[in-house]
């Protein structure tokens, strides 16, 4: 192996040996990773995690509707530099002065390697990703205002993740590592929930755990309930003392599972039905 | 054995490309599948497959060339014969002697579970051909061969491959709704801004522009983001069509809930297209709209997509008075005439069938799908086919 370390999953995280090896390959031939899944699978956290377990610096550029891919780069400041040219201030013949580099920029000058989270890249306009191609095959890029080159100091982990609102161009997936994260099987469940909760009793996780899988499996319901919700609502069952008997036959507080009014009807009605 | 594999993929339909396989190839040769199949499995559809909607079909692939590796224990030992071309890219990448034996046992033993297991028989025919060639090699290495250490669970990489657990994610298969709304999400590729006047101030641009200009005015101009696309949707509502309601009524909510088309209209219609369309699903004579005055009331740029599974007599199609319903219609024209008409008046038409492809035109129930398929693009009404209508759908 060219890395000495190598990803192994991170304390507070849980990943698949699929996960890993995908992981791996990424780290060890330098290509971005896309990761795909549900809402609430963890994409994000992984780059938190990878960051954690490689010891790196973890950089977060989170894209929006409205972000450019130039911004990730750097960021001339034209109004800034027309502010103090009107007020005579020194060195505004300086371009460099008013040139500001954006998380890409940041994550290929960093000195120690780092972790690049491009996060939910879907949301961006549909020729973001191709914009990127070259810079993320090259590591570098050029800067025309002050005729200067930024090449990566360190190779960067890059982590990318996507929600599948918008098809990805097949150039810029030629050049990734894929993984789809599934969502969890009760077993892996079980696991994430003693992660997040080392002293949770044993009846009451298999009973939320078995509760909240027969409500994803319910036909018809909207949005189907997410890890983060299972565990916000463990979360709560604990504060407000419930036993593990109640959380079946009830399903108390509902609204923290299931945030739709017509998913809570549908589920209020096949609970009634099973009784 | 692994150029064999690329080309199953590509024939099970996983688009992989050539730089995608040297990616693996590189992966190889920095041993990151820690030589054991299971991990080769999951380093191989890790850069090779881009898409879940195709990890079923990289598990198929995967059966079909490796499946066989497991059921026999001789053909583990068998040194993988490498295609000449591979050697020559890098003649290390799959050396034999490198791989470990350590868990051929527990292949052996588990084979016998295998879901190949049917296939011993032609194997044991090609064994005794591939023999006298490996037994020297084995007899000084005393290993050889890929060796099949067990994933966590138990299971060969195979068996994980055979399970096809992500049957579900491919979109040729109807049976996962979501599945079914992410694909029409593609609609939104409808949207272009490449049409339209530059109409709409582009503050940020022109401040950009001005202070580059050293600060005289320079104003900088937009296409509004606005969708410019009509769509109707002509849709088929009574008779045979109702075998495949359920699927229709998908395609109605999810074209429903899309908010991004300039204007959305619905249309009905009875088996076939004659001289009028109708607005409400039951036909009503009087909420109909005489054809004549549709083509005024929609110019050629609207886009047209028609959903029905084009069964009709060859009566309806081509006779004139060949219409079911004469309470409300006869026909002075043949439909494939009024058909023909509506494909030269709107470029941007084609045809969704919920009737399964492969039964286009084959069975003679559906012959008539050949003939208005020479008049619409026609594509079957599922995920993947929705994708492709609606890349047709932006182009002439």
Known sequence: ?275 | MFYGFFSALREEGVPVSLQEWLMLMEALSLELADNSLSEFYELGRSLLVKNEIYYDRYDAAFVRCFGSQSTESEKARETPELPKSERSYNPDFFNPATYENKTKQNAVQQAGQGLATTKNSEDKGTKEAAEPATSADAGETGSGGVSFADSPGGMTAVQVAGRRRYRDYRDDSLSNIRQFEMALRSLRLLSPRVEGPRDELNLDATIEETCRNGGRLSIEWDRPRKNSIRLILLMDSIGSIYNHHRICQRLFNAAQRSTHFKEIRYYYFHNCIYGRVYKDQWLDIKESVPLEDFFRLYNGDCRLLIVGDARMSERELLEAGGALDWSVERNREPGYTWLSRMAKRYPYAIWMNPVPEARWGKEPSYASINAVREIFPMYELNPSGIRKAVKKLRVK
């Open chain 1, 1 to 275: 192996m060219k890395n000495l370390k190598k990803f192994d999953g991170a304390a507070n995280y849980i990943a698949s040996n699929e996960l890993k090896s995908a992981v791996n390959a990424s780290v060890t031939l330098g290509r971005p990773i896309l990761i795909k899944g549900e809402p609430g699978t963890g994409k994000t956290m992984l780059a938190k995690s990878i960051a954690d377990s490689l010891d790196l610096k973890l950089i977060v550029w989170s894209i929006k509707s409205t972000t450019k891919a130039k911004e990730g780069l750097y960021i001339y400041d034209t109004v800034q530099r027309l502010y103090d040219s009107q007020f005579g201030e020194a060195g505004v013949s300086d371009i460099a002065r008013y040139i500001h580099l954006g998380k890409l920029g940041e994550a290929f000058t960093s000195e120690s390697p780092a972790v690049l989270l491009i996060d939910e890249i879907d949301k961006a306009d549909i020729e973001f990703p191709n914009d990127l191609l070259w810079e993320l095959d090259m590591m570098s890029f050029y800067i025309p205002e002050t005729r200067e080159t930024v090449t990566a100091k360190s190779l960067p982990v890059v982590v990318i993740t996507s929600n599948a609102e918008k098809e990805l161009p097949d150039a810029f997936l030629r050049r990734c590592v894929f993984h789809y994260i599934e969502f969890p099987d009760r077993e892996m469940m079980g696991e994430i929930l003693r992660v997040h909760f080392p002293d949770l009793e044993e009846g009451l996780a298999r009973s939320a755990v078995k509760a909240f899988y027969q409500l994803r499996d319910i036909k018809g319901v909207m949005k189907k309930p997410s890890t983060g919700e299972l565990l916000d609502w463990i979360k709560v069952l604990r504060k407000e003392n419930i036993g593990a008997d109640r959380i079946e036959r009830d399903l108390p507080l509902l609204g923290v599972l299931i945030k739709n009014n017509e998913d809570v009807d549908l589920v209020k009605r096949r609970l009634n039905e099973t009784r």
